[in-house]
Protein backbone atom coordinates (compact mmCIF):
# COMPACT_ATOMS: atom_id res chain seq x y z
CA UNK A 1 0.00 0.00 0.00
CA UNK A 2 1.26 3.39 -1.08
CA UNK A 3 2.83 5.77 1.83
CA UNK A 4 0.45 8.58 1.18
CA UNK A 5 -2.73 6.03 0.43
CA UNK A 6 -1.47 5.08 4.41
CA UNK A 7 -1.55 8.31 5.64
CA UNK A 8 -4.94 9.17 4.45
CA UNK A 9 -6.26 5.74 5.39
CA UNK A 10 -5.14 6.66 9.00
CA UNK A 11 -6.10 9.95 9.19
CA UNK A 12 -9.35 8.72 8.39
CA UNK A 13 -9.86 6.42 10.58
CA UNK A 14 -8.58 8.91 13.54
CA UNK A 15 -11.41 11.22 12.49
CA UNK A 16 -13.95 8.79 12.59
CA UNK A 17 -12.64 7.61 15.89
CA UNK A 18 -12.48 10.82 17.24
CA UNK A 19 -16.07 11.76 16.21
CA UNK A 20 -17.47 8.11 17.21
CA UNK A 21 -15.78 8.60 20.71
CA UNK A 22 -17.22 12.22 20.97
CA UNK A 23 -20.72 11.49 19.86
CA UNK A 24 -20.89 8.33 22.66
CA UNK A 25 -19.93 10.88 25.31
CA UNK A 26 -21.87 13.75 23.85
CA UNK A 27 -25.14 11.37 23.21
CA UNK A 28 -24.87 7.73 23.80
CA UNK A 29 -24.25 7.35 27.65
CA UNK A 30 -25.92 10.93 28.26
CA UNK A 31 -29.23 9.86 26.75
CA UNK A 32 -29.14 6.86 28.79
CA UNK A 33 -28.68 9.21 31.73
CA UNK A 34 -31.27 10.92 31.55
CA UNK A 35 -34.02 8.53 30.77
CA UNK A 36 -32.66 6.97 34.40
CA UNK A 37 -32.39 10.34 36.05
CA UNK A 38 -36.42 11.47 34.88
CA UNK A 39 -37.40 7.42 36.18
CA UNK A 40 -35.79 8.90 39.65
CA UNK A 41 -37.30 12.41 39.38
CA UNK A 42 -40.66 10.87 38.83
CA UNK A 43 -40.49 8.88 42.00
CA UNK A 44 -39.09 11.83 43.99
CA UNK A 45 -42.24 14.31 42.85
CA UNK A 46 -44.04 12.27 44.34
CA UNK A 47 -42.77 12.08 48.16
CA UNK A 48 -42.98 14.55 50.83
CA UNK A 49 -40.70 17.49 50.78
CA UNK A 50 -38.53 18.58 53.05
CA UNK A 51 -38.26 21.66 55.48
CA UNK A 52 -35.84 24.71 54.71
CA UNK A 53 -32.42 22.85 54.75
CA UNK A 54 -31.03 25.60 57.74
CA UNK A 55 -32.55 26.05 61.23
CA UNK A 56 -31.98 29.86 62.02
CA UNK A 57 -33.84 29.40 64.97
CA UNK A 58 -31.67 26.94 66.30
CA UNK A 59 -29.53 27.37 68.87
CA UNK A 60 -25.80 26.81 67.57
CA UNK A 61 -22.59 27.46 66.92
CA UNK A 62 -22.55 30.30 64.16
CA UNK A 63 -20.75 27.80 61.50
CA UNK A 64 -23.57 25.97 59.93
CA UNK A 65 -22.06 22.68 60.28
CA UNK A 66 -25.42 20.40 60.78
CA UNK A 67 -27.11 18.78 57.96
CA UNK A 68 -30.45 19.89 57.01
CA UNK A 69 -33.00 16.88 58.40
CA UNK A 70 -36.24 16.14 57.76
CA UNK A 71 -39.50 16.79 59.56
CA UNK A 72 -41.29 13.63 60.84
CA UNK A 73 -44.63 14.40 58.87
CA UNK A 74 -44.04 16.21 56.10
CA UNK A 75 -47.17 17.74 53.78
CA UNK A 76 -47.99 16.15 51.01
CA UNK A 77 -46.87 17.61 47.76
CA UNK A 78 -49.22 20.32 45.91
CA UNK A 79 -49.61 22.11 42.85
CA UNK A 80 -46.82 25.40 42.78
CA UNK A 81 -50.21 27.64 42.58
CA UNK A 82 -51.75 25.95 45.34
CA UNK A 83 -48.65 26.42 47.49
CA UNK A 84 -47.96 29.88 46.37
CA UNK A 85 -51.31 31.03 47.38
CA UNK A 86 -50.96 29.38 51.21
CA UNK A 87 -48.60 32.31 51.95
CA UNK A 88 -49.00 36.35 51.86
CA UNK A 89 -46.40 37.57 49.45
CA UNK A 90 -45.05 40.40 47.89
CA UNK A 91 -45.28 40.97 43.61
CA UNK A 92 -41.84 40.25 41.45
CA UNK A 93 -42.51 42.32 38.75
CA UNK A 94 -39.17 43.24 36.20
CA UNK A 95 -38.94 43.40 32.12
CA UNK A 96 -36.66 40.07 32.85
CA UNK A 97 -38.74 37.90 35.36
CA UNK A 98 -41.99 37.75 37.32
CA UNK A 99 -43.08 36.27 40.30
CA UNK A 100 -43.38 36.36 44.54
CA UNK A 101 -41.95 36.56 47.74
CA UNK A 102 -43.08 35.10 50.66
CA UNK A 103 -44.04 37.09 53.45
CA UNK A 104 -44.07 33.80 55.64
CA UNK A 105 -40.03 33.09 56.26
CA UNK A 106 -39.48 36.09 53.61
CA UNK A 107 -38.02 33.20 50.89
CA UNK A 108 -37.82 34.11 47.28
CA UNK A 109 -38.94 31.42 46.35
CA UNK A 110 -40.99 32.34 43.43
CA UNK A 111 -39.36 33.26 39.76
CA UNK A 112 -40.58 32.87 36.37
CA UNK A 113 -38.56 34.10 33.02
CA UNK A 114 -40.41 35.92 31.20
CA UNK A 115 -38.76 35.81 27.86
CA UNK A 116 -38.09 31.81 27.86
CA UNK A 117 -40.65 29.14 27.34
CA UNK A 118 -40.60 25.62 27.64
CA UNK A 119 -40.56 24.60 23.78
CA UNK A 120 -40.32 26.80 20.53
CA UNK A 121 -44.23 27.26 20.70
CA UNK A 122 -44.79 30.81 21.77
CA UNK A 123 -47.93 30.29 23.92
CA UNK A 124 -46.16 27.38 25.76
CA UNK A 125 -45.41 28.32 29.25
CA UNK A 126 -42.35 30.57 30.43
CA UNK A 127 -39.41 29.09 32.64
CA UNK A 128 -40.45 28.66 36.03
CA UNK A 129 -37.15 28.84 38.05
CA UNK A 130 -37.94 28.80 41.65
CA UNK A 131 -40.59 27.30 43.40
CA UNK A 132 -41.58 26.88 46.97
CA UNK A 133 -41.28 24.28 49.66
CA UNK A 134 -44.36 21.68 49.19
CA UNK A 135 -44.29 22.30 45.50
CA UNK A 136 -43.05 19.44 42.92
CA UNK A 137 -39.98 20.98 42.57
CA UNK A 138 -38.98 23.15 45.37
CA UNK A 139 -35.65 25.42 44.52
CA UNK A 140 -35.51 28.74 46.61
CA UNK A 141 -33.95 31.45 48.79
CA UNK A 142 -33.59 32.13 51.79
CA UNK A 143 -31.67 34.11 54.06
CA UNK A 144 -31.37 35.11 58.13
CA UNK A 145 -29.39 35.37 61.03
CA UNK A 146 -27.86 32.34 63.38
CA UNK A 147 -26.49 33.14 67.18
CA UNK A 148 -24.21 31.70 69.04
CA UNK A 149 -24.91 28.36 70.86
CA UNK A 150 -26.41 28.86 74.34
CA UNK A 151 -28.76 32.35 73.26
CA UNK A 152 -32.59 31.36 73.80
CA UNK A 153 -33.24 35.27 71.51
CA UNK A 154 -35.64 34.42 69.09
CA UNK A 155 -34.64 34.79 65.39
CA UNK A 156 -36.84 35.24 62.36
CA UNK A 157 -37.01 31.79 60.74
CA UNK A 158 -38.67 29.88 57.83
CA UNK A 159 -42.43 30.50 59.59
CA UNK A 160 -42.23 33.98 60.75
CA UNK A 161 -44.14 36.33 59.27
CA UNK A 162 -43.01 39.66 58.02
CA UNK A 163 -44.35 42.66 57.44
CA UNK A 164 -43.88 44.66 54.14
CA UNK A 165 -44.20 48.69 53.14
CA UNK A 166 -44.65 47.59 49.68
CA UNK A 167 -47.25 45.30 47.26
CA UNK A 168 -44.66 45.01 44.38
CA UNK A 169 -41.20 44.86 43.86
CA UNK A 170 -39.78 46.83 40.55
CA UNK A 171 -36.76 47.93 39.85
CA UNK A 172 -37.43 51.14 40.92
CA UNK A 173 -39.15 50.86 44.01
CA UNK A 174 -37.45 48.86 46.55
CA UNK A 175 -39.33 46.89 49.37
CA UNK A 176 -38.71 46.83 52.89
CA UNK A 177 -39.33 43.35 55.23
CA UNK A 178 -39.68 44.25 59.45
CA UNK A 179 -40.20 41.87 61.83
CA UNK A 180 -39.65 42.58 65.72
CA UNK A 181 -38.68 39.72 68.42
CA UNK A 182 -40.28 41.24 70.91
CA UNK A 183 -37.08 41.04 72.84
CA UNK A 184 -35.41 44.31 71.71
CA UNK A 185 -34.01 43.52 68.56
CA UNK A 186 -35.54 44.47 65.43
CA UNK A 187 -34.81 42.64 62.01
CA UNK A 188 -34.57 44.81 58.64
CA UNK A 189 -34.83 43.23 55.16
CA UNK A 190 -34.54 45.70 52.13
CA UNK A 191 -34.78 43.81 48.56
CA UNK A 192 -34.36 45.68 45.65
CA UNK A 193 -33.92 43.61 42.43
CA UNK A 194 -32.48 44.93 38.86
CA UNK A 195 -34.06 44.93 35.32
CA UNK A 196 -32.54 41.53 34.84
CA UNK A 197 -32.24 38.91 37.47
CA UNK A 198 -29.76 40.04 40.44
CA UNK A 199 -31.59 41.09 43.42
CA UNK A 200 -29.51 42.63 46.48
CA UNK A 201 -30.41 42.08 49.88
CA UNK A 202 -29.88 44.10 52.81
CA UNK A 203 -30.16 41.95 56.07
CA UNK A 204 -29.67 45.01 59.48
CA UNK A 205 -30.68 44.23 62.77
CA UNK A 206 -31.39 47.22 65.28
CA UNK A 207 -30.83 46.88 69.38
CA UNK A 208 -33.27 48.86 71.09
CA UNK A 209 -32.86 46.23 74.56
CA UNK A 210 -30.35 46.82 76.99
CA UNK A 211 -28.01 43.89 76.52
CA UNK A 212 -25.58 43.17 73.22
CA UNK A 213 -26.13 40.49 71.07
CA UNK A 214 -23.80 38.38 68.88
CA UNK A 215 -25.40 37.28 65.31
CA UNK A 216 -24.31 35.82 61.91
CA UNK A 217 -26.27 36.46 58.52
CA UNK A 218 -26.62 33.52 56.55
CA UNK A 219 -28.17 33.16 53.22
CA UNK A 220 -29.24 29.44 51.68
CA UNK A 221 -30.25 28.05 48.45
CA UNK A 222 -31.94 25.15 49.32
CA UNK A 223 -33.57 22.11 45.91
CA UNK A 224 -35.29 19.39 47.01
CA UNK A 225 -35.33 16.71 44.53
CA UNK A 226 -32.67 15.35 42.31
CA UNK A 227 -32.96 17.49 39.27
CA UNK A 228 -32.94 15.81 35.92
CA UNK A 229 -30.18 17.08 34.14
CA UNK A 230 -28.65 16.98 30.91
CA UNK A 231 -25.99 14.12 31.19
CA UNK A 232 -23.94 15.57 29.03
CA UNK A 233 -20.18 14.93 29.59
CA UNK A 234 -18.92 18.31 28.53
CA UNK A 235 -21.79 20.49 30.35
CA UNK A 236 -21.55 21.18 34.31
CA UNK A 237 -25.00 21.02 35.98
CA UNK A 238 -25.32 21.00 39.69
CA UNK A 239 -23.93 22.76 42.55
CA UNK A 240 -21.76 25.51 41.27
CA UNK A 241 -19.29 28.00 43.49
CA UNK A 242 -16.20 30.30 42.52
CA UNK A 243 -14.89 30.14 46.36
CA UNK A 244 -11.20 29.30 47.79
CA UNK A 245 -10.24 31.03 44.75
CA UNK A 246 -11.05 27.81 43.25
CA UNK A 247 -14.07 26.56 40.83
CA UNK A 248 -16.00 24.33 42.29
CA UNK A 249 -18.23 21.45 40.07
CA UNK A 250 -19.27 18.23 42.40
CA UNK A 251 -21.79 16.73 40.99
CA UNK A 252 -25.22 16.12 42.75
CA UNK A 253 -23.89 12.45 43.30
CA UNK A 254 -20.61 13.88 45.01
CA UNK A 255 -22.79 15.66 47.19
CA UNK A 256 -24.62 13.30 48.07
CA UNK A 257 -21.76 10.68 49.05
CA UNK A 258 -20.01 13.10 51.09
CA UNK A 259 -22.73 14.83 52.67
CA UNK A 260 -20.96 17.95 53.10
CA UNK A 261 -18.67 19.86 51.17
CA UNK A 262 -17.08 22.95 53.23
CA UNK A 263 -14.97 25.94 52.54
CA UNK A 264 -13.49 28.12 55.18
CA UNK A 265 -12.77 31.58 55.43
CA UNK A 266 -13.09 32.65 51.27
CA UNK A 267 -12.95 36.08 49.98
CA UNK A 268 -15.48 37.11 47.07
CA UNK A 269 -16.83 34.56 44.46
CA UNK A 270 -20.65 32.86 44.81
CA UNK A 271 -22.10 29.43 45.35
CA UNK A 272 -24.98 28.10 44.50
CA UNK A 273 -26.91 25.26 41.52
CA UNK A 274 -26.70 25.52 37.68
CA UNK A 275 -28.87 23.86 35.35
CA UNK A 276 -28.16 23.80 31.56
CA UNK A 277 -29.11 27.18 30.25
CA UNK A 278 -30.70 28.88 34.18
CA UNK A 279 -28.90 29.47 37.77
CA UNK A 280 -29.43 30.14 41.01
CA UNK A 281 -26.27 31.68 42.88
CA UNK A 282 -25.42 33.60 46.10
CA UNK A 283 -22.87 36.05 45.71
CA UNK A 284 -21.45 37.59 49.01
CA UNK A 285 -20.12 40.46 50.06
CA UNK A 286 -16.58 40.40 47.91
CA UNK A 287 -14.65 42.68 50.56
CA UNK A 288 -15.39 40.60 53.54
CA UNK A 289 -14.55 36.51 54.68
CA UNK A 290 -17.17 33.73 55.06
CA UNK A 291 -17.84 30.19 54.60
CA UNK A 292 -19.18 27.88 52.27
CA UNK A 293 -20.91 24.54 52.10
CA UNK A 294 -22.74 22.18 49.79
CA UNK A 295 -24.46 19.92 51.79
CA UNK A 296 -26.94 17.14 51.09
CA UNK A 297 -29.52 15.21 53.30
CA UNK A 298 -32.23 12.69 52.63
CA UNK A 299 -35.59 11.45 54.05
CA UNK A 300 -36.97 8.05 52.48
CA UNK A 301 -36.51 8.62 48.89
CA UNK A 302 -36.51 12.41 49.00
CA UNK A 303 -32.92 13.98 48.38
CA UNK A 304 -32.33 17.47 49.32
CA UNK A 305 -29.47 19.21 48.32
CA UNK A 306 -28.18 23.02 49.38
CA UNK A 307 -25.82 25.63 49.06
CA UNK A 308 -25.50 28.11 51.48
CA UNK A 309 -22.66 30.82 53.11
CA UNK A 310 -22.67 32.22 56.55
CA UNK A 311 -20.82 35.63 57.43
CA UNK A 312 -18.60 36.24 60.79
CA UNK A 313 -20.58 37.05 63.61
CA UNK A 314 -21.45 40.50 64.53
CA UNK A 315 -21.96 42.10 67.98
CA UNK A 316 -24.89 44.69 68.21
CA UNK A 317 -24.36 47.15 71.12
CA UNK A 318 -27.69 48.47 73.05
CA UNK A 319 -28.69 51.61 70.96
CA UNK A 320 -26.80 50.08 67.54
CA UNK A 321 -27.48 48.15 64.25
CA UNK A 322 -25.38 45.86 62.15
CA UNK A 323 -26.17 45.52 58.51
CA UNK A 324 -24.65 43.08 56.00
CA UNK A 325 -25.27 41.99 52.23
CA UNK A 326 -26.01 39.32 50.24
CA UNK A 327 -26.96 38.99 46.37
CA UNK A 328 -28.81 36.25 44.66
CA UNK A 329 -28.78 35.69 40.65
CA UNK A 330 -31.79 33.87 40.01
CA UNK A 331 -32.53 33.92 36.07
CA UNK A 332 -31.47 33.12 32.66
CA UNK A 333 -27.05 32.75 32.18
CA UNK A 334 -27.18 35.11 29.23
CA UNK A 335 -23.40 36.29 28.35
CA UNK A 336 -24.13 39.56 28.07
CA UNK A 337 -25.63 39.28 31.63
CA UNK A 338 -23.18 37.93 33.14
CA UNK A 339 -20.27 39.78 31.94
CA UNK A 340 -21.83 42.20 32.95
CA UNK A 341 -22.45 41.67 36.63
CA UNK A 342 -18.54 40.54 36.84
CA UNK A 343 -17.56 43.74 35.33
CA UNK A 344 -20.31 46.26 37.07
CA UNK A 345 -20.18 44.45 40.72
CA UNK A 346 -17.09 42.57 40.77
CA UNK A 347 -17.98 39.71 41.63
CA UNK A 348 -15.04 37.36 41.35
CA UNK A 349 -15.00 35.17 38.17
CA UNK A 350 -18.57 34.96 37.89
CA UNK A 351 -17.94 34.75 34.10
CA UNK A 352 -17.65 30.91 34.91
CA UNK A 353 -21.43 30.55 35.71
CA UNK A 354 -21.13 29.73 31.90
CA UNK A 355 -19.12 26.22 31.12
CA UNK A 356 -16.99 27.38 28.40
CA UNK A 357 -15.23 24.56 28.52
CA UNK A 358 -11.03 23.07 28.24
CA UNK A 359 -11.64 25.53 24.59
CA UNK A 360 -12.45 28.65 26.47
CA UNK A 361 -9.86 30.83 24.75
CA UNK A 362 -11.21 29.36 21.82
CA UNK A 363 -15.45 29.17 22.67
CA UNK A 364 -15.38 32.56 24.07
CA UNK A 365 -14.13 34.84 21.13
CA UNK A 366 -15.55 32.09 18.87
CA UNK A 367 -19.47 33.04 20.30
CA UNK A 368 -18.74 36.84 20.56
CA UNK A 369 -17.75 36.89 16.85
CA UNK A 370 -21.07 35.09 15.99
CA UNK A 371 -23.28 36.84 18.33
CA UNK A 372 -21.98 40.08 16.82
CA UNK A 373 -22.75 38.78 13.27
CA UNK A 374 -26.34 38.02 14.59
CA UNK A 375 -27.03 41.46 15.69
CA UNK A 376 -26.33 43.00 12.14
CA UNK A 377 -28.17 39.71 10.43
CA UNK A 378 -30.73 39.03 12.46
CA UNK A 379 -30.18 35.12 12.14
CA UNK A 380 -27.61 32.73 14.32
CA UNK A 381 -27.90 30.36 11.23
CA UNK A 382 -26.75 32.79 8.97
CA UNK A 383 -23.97 34.51 11.56
CA UNK A 384 -22.85 30.67 11.70
CA UNK A 385 -22.45 30.49 7.54
CA UNK A 386 -20.40 33.76 7.97
CA UNK A 387 -18.30 32.86 10.50
CA UNK A 388 -17.48 29.63 8.91
CA UNK A 389 -16.00 31.59 5.75
CA UNK A 390 -13.58 33.94 8.24
CA UNK A 391 -12.50 30.43 9.80
CA UNK A 392 -12.03 28.93 6.19
CA UNK A 393 -10.58 32.99 5.23
CA UNK A 394 -7.85 32.48 8.52
CA UNK A 395 -6.59 28.50 7.64
CA UNK A 396 -6.71 29.29 3.91
CA UNK A 397 -2.99 30.02 3.63
CA UNK A 398 -2.49 26.81 5.58
CA UNK A 399 -4.91 25.28 3.33
CA UNK A 400 -3.96 26.67 -0.02
CA UNK A 401 -0.25 25.02 0.68
CA UNK A 402 -1.76 21.76 1.82
CA UNK A 403 -4.06 21.51 -1.15
CA UNK A 404 -0.89 22.52 -3.56
CA UNK A 405 0.78 19.79 -1.93
CA UNK A 406 -1.63 17.19 -2.39
CA UNK A 407 -2.19 18.89 -6.26
CA UNK A 408 1.41 18.28 -6.61
CA UNK A 409 1.80 15.20 -5.32
CA UNK A 410 -0.77 13.93 -7.68
CA UNK A 411 1.08 15.89 -10.34
CA UNK A 412 3.82 13.65 -10.05
CA UNK A 413 1.96 10.30 -9.37
CA UNK A 414 3.08 8.68 -12.17
CA UNK A 415 6.76 9.12 -11.03
CA UNK A 416 6.22 7.72 -7.80
CA UNK A 417 4.66 4.73 -9.55
CA UNK A 418 7.90 4.11 -11.62
CA UNK A 419 9.98 4.44 -8.55
CA UNK A 420 8.05 1.24 -6.50
CA UNK A 421 7.89 -0.54 -9.75
CA UNK A 422 12.33 0.36 -9.79
CA UNK A 423 12.82 -0.90 -6.55
CA UNK A 424 9.90 -3.45 -5.64
CA UNK A 425 11.55 -5.11 -2.98
CA UNK A 426 13.97 -2.62 -1.36
CA UNK A 427 11.79 -0.18 0.29
CA UNK A 428 14.51 2.13 2.44
CA UNK A 429 15.44 2.70 -1.16
CA UNK A 430 11.68 3.34 -2.29
CA UNK A 431 11.60 5.83 0.58
CA UNK A 432 15.00 7.28 -0.26
CA UNK A 433 13.80 7.81 -4.01
CA UNK A 434 10.55 9.04 -2.62
CA UNK A 435 11.93 11.87 -0.70
CA UNK A 436 14.22 13.23 -3.13
CA UNK A 437 11.50 13.59 -5.19
CA UNK A 438 9.49 15.38 -3.04
CA UNK A 439 12.30 17.64 -2.13
CA UNK A 440 12.67 18.66 -5.69
CA UNK A 441 8.89 19.03 -6.27
CA UNK A 442 9.07 21.00 -2.77
CA UNK A 443 6.02 18.80 -1.91
CA UNK A 444 5.04 18.26 1.91
CA UNK A 445 4.16 14.80 2.27
CA UNK A 446 1.77 15.38 5.56
CA UNK A 447 0.72 18.83 4.73
CA UNK A 448 -3.06 17.67 3.79
CA UNK A 449 -3.49 16.59 7.42
CA UNK A 450 -2.80 19.71 9.06
CA UNK A 451 -5.74 21.67 8.24
CA UNK A 452 -8.44 18.95 9.37
CA UNK A 453 -6.44 18.41 12.46
CA UNK A 454 -6.35 22.36 13.07
CA UNK A 455 -10.22 22.54 12.79
CA UNK A 456 -11.09 19.91 15.06
CA UNK A 457 -10.46 22.55 18.43
CA UNK A 458 -12.56 25.00 16.37
CA UNK A 459 -15.24 22.18 15.08
CA UNK A 460 -16.00 20.84 19.12
CA UNK A 461 -15.65 24.69 20.19
CA UNK A 462 -18.73 25.60 17.94
CA UNK A 463 -20.43 22.55 19.23
CA UNK A 464 -20.31 24.01 22.92
CA UNK A 465 -21.41 27.41 21.74
CA UNK A 466 -24.38 25.60 19.96
CA UNK A 467 -25.11 23.66 23.02
CA UNK A 468 -24.42 25.32 26.22
CA UNK A 469 -25.12 29.29 25.50
CA UNK A 470 -28.73 30.20 26.14
CA UNK A 471 -28.86 32.58 23.11
CA UNK A 472 -28.90 29.17 20.98
CA UNK A 473 -31.83 28.10 22.44
CA UNK A 474 -34.57 28.47 20.18
CA UNK A 475 -33.04 30.39 17.45
CA UNK A 476 -34.28 29.38 14.02
CA UNK A 477 -32.57 29.34 11.27
CA UNK A 478 -34.89 28.99 7.78
CA UNK A 479 -37.78 26.69 6.74
CA UNK A 480 -38.26 23.77 9.13
CA UNK A 481 -35.15 24.64 11.54
CA UNK A 482 -36.90 26.57 14.17
CA UNK A 483 -33.86 25.83 16.87
CA UNK A 484 -30.29 25.81 15.93
CA UNK A 485 -29.45 24.32 19.23
CA UNK A 486 -31.76 20.82 19.03
CA UNK A 487 -31.25 18.23 15.72
CA UNK A 488 -33.09 18.78 12.91
CA UNK A 489 -36.82 17.91 13.23
CA UNK A 490 -37.81 16.24 10.12
CA UNK A 491 -37.03 12.01 9.04
CA UNK A 492 -37.05 10.46 6.18
CA UNK A 493 -38.01 7.91 8.52
CA UNK A 494 -42.19 9.58 8.03
CA UNK A 495 -41.53 11.08 5.08
CA UNK A 496 -39.76 14.63 6.62
CA UNK A 497 -43.23 14.61 8.44
CA UNK A 498 -45.89 13.69 5.65
CA UNK A 499 -46.92 10.53 7.84
CA UNK A 500 -48.40 11.09 11.26
CA UNK A 501 -45.70 8.79 13.65
CA UNK A 502 -42.13 9.86 14.96
CA UNK A 503 -39.11 7.95 13.89
CA UNK A 504 -36.84 5.99 16.50
CA UNK A 505 -34.01 7.78 17.64
CA UNK A 506 -31.63 5.73 15.87
CA UNK A 507 -33.52 5.82 12.63
CA UNK A 508 -33.84 10.19 13.22
CA UNK A 509 -32.23 11.46 9.76
CA UNK A 510 -33.51 14.83 8.90
CA UNK A 511 -32.99 16.91 5.58
CA UNK A 512 -29.89 18.72 6.56
CA UNK A 513 -28.02 15.65 7.61
CA UNK A 514 -28.81 14.18 4.35
CA UNK A 515 -27.46 17.39 3.00
CA UNK A 516 -24.49 17.72 5.13
CA UNK A 517 -23.65 13.67 3.59
CA UNK A 518 -24.08 14.40 0.47
CA UNK A 519 -21.67 17.34 0.60
CA UNK A 520 -18.79 14.92 2.46
CA UNK A 521 -19.63 12.41 -0.24
CA UNK A 522 -19.00 15.30 -2.75
CA UNK A 523 -15.58 15.76 -1.04
CA UNK A 524 -14.75 12.51 -0.79
CA UNK A 525 -14.82 12.10 -4.72
CA UNK A 526 -12.67 14.84 -5.60
CA UNK A 527 -9.78 12.86 -5.28
CA UNK A 528 -8.92 9.48 -7.18
CA UNK A 529 -10.28 6.08 -5.86
CA UNK A 530 -7.87 4.19 -3.75
CA UNK A 531 -6.63 1.27 -5.12
CA UNK A 532 -6.90 -0.95 -1.85
CA UNK A 533 -10.58 -1.95 -2.04
CA UNK A 534 -11.40 -2.14 1.64
CA UNK A 535 -9.68 1.87 1.92
CA UNK A 536 -12.01 2.27 -0.95
CA UNK A 537 -15.16 0.67 1.05
CA UNK A 538 -14.23 2.82 4.12
CA UNK A 539 -14.18 6.15 2.06
CA UNK A 540 -17.62 4.99 0.37
CA UNK A 541 -19.35 4.29 3.36
CA UNK A 542 -17.75 7.32 5.61
CA UNK A 543 -20.28 9.73 4.54
CA UNK A 544 -22.73 7.39 5.42
CA UNK A 545 -22.01 6.48 8.86
CA UNK A 546 -21.51 10.35 9.88
CA UNK A 547 -24.99 11.39 7.99
CA UNK A 548 -26.56 9.31 10.66
CA UNK A 549 -23.89 9.90 13.70
CA UNK A 550 -24.80 13.31 13.04
CA UNK A 551 -28.49 12.97 12.76
CA UNK A 552 -28.42 13.56 16.51
CA UNK A 553 -26.59 16.75 16.81
CA UNK A 554 -27.78 20.32 17.38
CA UNK A 555 -28.67 21.36 13.76
CA UNK A 556 -26.57 24.65 14.09
CA UNK A 557 -23.71 22.04 13.68
CA UNK A 558 -24.98 20.12 11.26
CA UNK A 559 -25.56 23.42 8.90
CA UNK A 560 -21.91 24.56 9.81
CA UNK A 561 -20.59 21.64 8.29
CA UNK A 562 -22.30 21.13 5.70
CA UNK A 563 -21.40 25.02 4.64
CA UNK A 564 -17.59 24.12 6.06
CA UNK A 565 -17.63 20.71 2.96
CA UNK A 566 -19.42 22.40 0.49
CA UNK A 567 -16.27 25.62 1.03
CA UNK A 568 -13.48 23.20 0.90
CA UNK A 569 -14.72 21.45 -2.21
CA UNK A 570 -14.50 25.04 -3.90
CA UNK A 571 -11.40 25.60 -2.19
CA UNK A 572 -9.74 22.48 -3.25
CA UNK A 573 -11.72 22.83 -6.70
CA UNK A 574 -9.89 26.16 -7.28
CA UNK A 575 -6.28 24.99 -5.98
CA UNK A 576 -6.12 21.69 -7.95
CA UNK A 577 -7.26 23.73 -11.24
CA UNK A 578 -4.85 26.37 -10.43
CA UNK A 579 -1.76 23.68 -9.95
CA UNK A 580 -2.75 22.34 -13.59
CA UNK A 581 -3.84 18.89 -11.68
CA UNK A 582 -7.45 16.77 -12.95
CA UNK A 583 -10.57 17.67 -10.69
CA UNK A 584 -11.49 14.28 -9.89
CA UNK A 585 -15.17 14.69 -8.95
CA UNK A 586 -16.70 14.20 -12.39
CA UNK A 587 -14.74 11.20 -13.49
CA UNK A 588 -15.34 8.93 -10.49
CA UNK A 589 -19.69 10.31 -10.21
CA UNK A 590 -19.28 9.21 -14.02
CA UNK A 591 -17.65 5.65 -12.99
CA UNK A 592 -20.07 5.25 -10.23
CA UNK A 593 -23.33 5.69 -12.30
CA UNK A 594 -21.43 3.73 -14.92
CA UNK A 595 -21.35 0.56 -13.08
CA UNK A 596 -25.21 0.32 -12.73
CA UNK A 597 -26.32 1.13 -16.11
CA UNK A 598 -26.80 -1.84 -18.60
CA UNK A 599 -24.52 -0.78 -20.62
CA UNK A 600 -21.62 -1.39 -18.59
CA UNK A 601 -23.44 -5.02 -17.76
CA UNK A 602 -22.93 -6.16 -21.18
Given at each position: ??K????????????????I??????????????Q??????????Q??????????????????????????????????????????R????T?????????????I??????????T????S????????????????????????????T????S???????A??????????????????L????V?????????????????????????S???????????????????????L???E????????A????????????????????????????????Q??????????A????????Q?????P??T??????????????AG????????????????????L??DW??????????F???????K???NF?????I???????????????????????????P??T????????????????????????????????????????????????????????H?????????????D??????????????????????V????????????????P????????Q?????????????????A????????????????????????????E?????????????P????
Open positions: MPEDNRNFILALALSFIVVAWNFLYGLPQMRQKEAQNQVQQSQSPLPSAASPNATQQPNMSQAPTASAVAPAVESRDAVLARSPVAIDPSIAGSISLTGGRDDVSLKRYREVDPKPIIELLSPSGSTNPLYAEFGWVGAAGTSPLPNTTLWTADKTLTPDKPMTLTWDNGQGLFKRISVDSNSMFTIVDSVENKGSASASLNYALISRHGTPTTSGYYILHEGPGYVDKLQEPSYDIEKAKAKLFKGSTGGFIGFTDKYWAAALIPDSISYDGRFTFQAGSLKTYSDLLTAQIEPGKSVQSTTRLFAKEVAAIDGYEQSLAIKKFKMIGWFWFITQPLQIIDWFFVTGGVAILVTVLVKGVFFPLANKSYASMAKMKAVQEMAIRERFPDDKLKQQQALMELYKKEKINPIAGCWPVLLQIPVFFALYKVIFITIEMRAPFFGWIKDLSAPPTTFVNLFGLLPFEAPTFLHLGWPIIMGFSMFLQMKMNEPADPVQKIFSWMPVIFTFMLGSFPGLVIYWTWNNLLSVTQQGFIMKKNGVKILFDNLKKMFAKGSTDKK
